[in-house]
């Protein structure tokens, strides 16, 4: 599998990364480590998760996907493959992780970092992100930033410092964020320059054919900067694999996460979904090859991460990495964008 620098400074990393969340409430601790070792036969070497994964986030099974890819790594394969984690912001409270403070103070960094170098049972992490902005911002399907909505938010000199102490005490080796903004990003960058710190290697943000937001500004940034992208979510949830057109099943990643899929419950999203099923058709493509392809094929995603909540699924979603579209297929696809996903003024 082919493999690209994470941004200025950071490691090669494949163009595929696994993705986690679904380790502890819809995979059990055997199906995660088939999986992890199926990524690893295939060539990936970028597994990410986080502290308050399974998602749903619950009591009874936080951390269990962390300790999952922890018991896996204790089999021998820890300098084979690289492990990314995220600690969590403010902006959900959960009251059983960290005593119910979510903060990204230093200490609350420090700490968090520790529970999960624990629950990994390793001596470092490679990458760790910020899962969410201290600050107020659009989250999960917003699109409008709110001035009224501003909230006490842990300052960016802070958080960073935080994380350059990490990596100068040997726990962590590259930093990055996640769910970013463009301002974000230049805001961290600068401090970084300014005071000599730990510069950020990458963003990780959702970006599919139904979520093309990154390219209103940030993927100029993260170009010119010289800062990798980690696309998570290519399939959207999996309605881009067409599965969800004549209702959710109960036991699908929709079914289970209801919230989570919510954000894809938009007028458009449906005539879009079909015309991009009916597109990978006529091309004699799965829809999951064109879905994957498509992000895989963007310059400025340095790698894409992909799940599954099974062997089979995995395989194929590994698979689409292979396929390579041409130049009219992209073109329909822009065309779809413009007239269901985004419409021009």
């Known amino acids: 599998m082919r493999t690209t620098p994470l941004g200025r400074d950071g490691p090669a990393v494949t163009t595929a990364t696994l993705g986690t969340?679904?380790?502890?409430?819809?995979?059990?601790?055997?199906?995660?480590h088939d999986q992890l070792d199926l990524a690893l036969e295939r060539g990936v070497n970028l597994v990410d998760a986080a502290e308050m994964y399974p998602v749903p986030a619950d009591e009874r099974t936080h951390g269990l996907t962390e300790r999952f890819v922890g018991t896996w790594l204790a089999k021998g394969p820890r300098d084979r493959v690289m492990v990314a984690t995220k600690v969590t912001g403010p902006g959900r409270r959960f009251a059983w992780m960290r005593d119910g403070v979510q903060a990204l103070t230093a200490?609350?960094?420090?700490?968090?970092?520790?529970?999960?170098?624990?629950?990994?049972?390793?001596?470092?992490i490679d990458l760790y992100q910020l899962h969410w902005p201290s600050r107020n911002v659009p989250k999960?399907?917003?699109?409008?930033?709110d001035p009224a909505a501003e909230v006490p938010a842990t300052p960016v000199d802070e958080q960073l410092r935080a994380l350059d102490r990490l990596v100068r005490d040997g726990k962590v080796r590259w930093?990055?964020?996640?769910?970013?903004?463009?301002?974000?990003?230049?805001?961290?960058?600068?401090?970084?320059?300014?005071?000599?710190l730990a510069r950020v290697a990458c963003v990780q943000n959702a970006y599919n054919l139904l979520n093309r937001v990154a390219e209103s500004g940030l993927t100029e940034a993260l170009w010119r900067e010289e800062v990798g992208m980690l696309a998570y979510s290519p399939l959207a949830f999996g309605y881009l694999t067409g599965k969800y057109r004549d209702g959710v099943p109960a036991r699908s990643r929709v079914g289970e996460l209801r919230n989570f899929g919510a954000r894809y419950s938009k007028p458009g999203v449906a005539p879009a979904v079909s015309a991009y099923c009916a597109l990978a058709a006529s091309r004699g493509l799965a829809p999951v090859q064109l879905g994957i392809a498509f992000v895989a094929s963007r310059p400025f995603v340095t790698?894409?991460?992909?799940?599954?909540?099974?062997r089979a699924q995995l395989a194929e979603n590994l698979d689409a990495f292979a396929t390579t579209l041409d130049r009219e297929t992209l073109e329909a696809i822009d065309t779809i964008h413009l007239q269901y996903t985004n419409p021009a003024p």
């Open 21 to 32: 969340m679904t380790f502890g409430r819809q995979n059990t601790e055997a199906e995660a």
């Open 107 to 124: 200490d609350q960094i420090a700490a968090a970092c520790e529970q999960s170098l624990e629950r990994l049972a390793t001596d470092h």
């Open 140 to 145: 999960f399907g917003g699109w409008r930033f």
């Open 175 to 196: 930093v990055g964020l996640s769910n970013e903004t463009p301002w974000g990003v230049m805001a961290f960058l600068a401090v970084a320059r300014e005071h000599g």
């Open 303 to 310: 790698s894409t991460i992909v799940g599954a909540t099974s």
